[in-house]
Structures are given as structure tokens and as C-alpha cells.
């Protein structure tokens, strides 16, 4: 096999520098005395934060999720994987004069049940049953899960 003219046997790298000059997209150097601040780990969480202006739902993705998250009023999480999903159903209210609730229920190693009370639950169990939610949370003024 013959070779080009002028052909070397090395590749150049576009990570590196060429010698003497500065890579393209890498960051300059901070100069003497300058302090980079370290980003907090969660930038680029899609999940909302405590403090965050409430909603109740993620966006349904076009694509089934692999976790369904639940954010409870007090800060904390919990994250149900959908592999894990076994059923959606309706059921009556706890108390009298309650509306219906949404009885989401996993199967893993310690099997849960998820309810969910509030409006718009039409929409809601046809978004679970499809895998499409990424988070739901509780509202923090009332009780919205059980």
C-alpha cells in the first residue's frame, strides 16, 4: 500500500495544543491570583428544588422515563423506577365528601403504593400509565399524597 506524499504516520490530536498555541474550546488559564468557583453539584437538575414556585408535575416527554421521582413538602424524595410500575387505578376518597384518588403501585423489592389525590387526575393517570413523567410533587400547603 502506498502512502501520500508527506505522510508522517501520526495523527494530530484536536485535544491538544499545537506546540506553542492553545487548544480550540478549552478554557484560558485564570490568570495569577484568580479564584474559579466550583459550580454546585446540582446545576442542571431538572428536578425542582424546595423553594422553587410550586408545580405539580413535569412536562410529559415524548419517550417513556426510567424514574418516576416524588418530592414531598418537607424537601425530601423518593424515586420509583418505572420497571418496577404495576398498576394505576382509581379509588374513593379517604374521607367523606373527598374526591377519588390515583393508587399508583410498584412492584420491587419492597412493594409501594403511591396515592394521589388533587385535580386534573384524568390526565395524570394517563400520563403514568404511559411512563411519561419525570416528577410529581406534593403541594406544600396541603396534604396531596398518602
Known amino acids: 500500500m502506498a502512502c501520500k506524499k508527506g505522510f508522517t504516520g501520526r495523527t494530530q490530536s484536536t485535544l491538544l495544543p499545537p506546540a506553542g498555541g492553545k487548544a480550540a474550546g478549552r478554557p484560558p488559564e485564570p490568570e495569577a491570583g484568580h479564584v474559579i ?3 454546585a453539584w446540582d446545576d442542571g437538575d431538572p428536578l ?3 423553594g422553587d414556585p410550586y408545580k405539580a408535575c413535569a412536562r410529559p416527554s415524548n419517550k417513556p ?3 418516576l421521582h416524588v418530592m414531598l413538602k418537607d424537601g425530601y ?3 420509583f423506577a418505572w420497571s418496577n ?3 394505576v387505578d382509581t379509588a374513593p376518597g379517604d374521607k367523606p365528601g373527598s374526591g377519588p384518588v390515583l393508587v399508583v403501585r410498584f412492584a420491587g423489592l419492597e412493594p409501594s403504593e403511591l396515592r ?3 385535580s386534573n387526575l384524568g390526565r395524570l393517570m394517563a400520563w403514568i400509565g404511559q411512563n411519561r413523567l419525570a416528577w410529581i410533587r406534593e403541594h406544600p400547603s396541603r396534604r396531596g399524597f398518602d
Open 37 to 39: 468557583e466550583p459550580a
Open 77 to 79: 424524595s423518593r424515586g
Open 116 to 118: 394521589l389525590n388533587g
Open 48 to 50: 425542582p428544588q424546595p
Open 65 to 67: 422515563e426510567t424514574t
Open 85 to 87: 410500575y404495576d398498576s
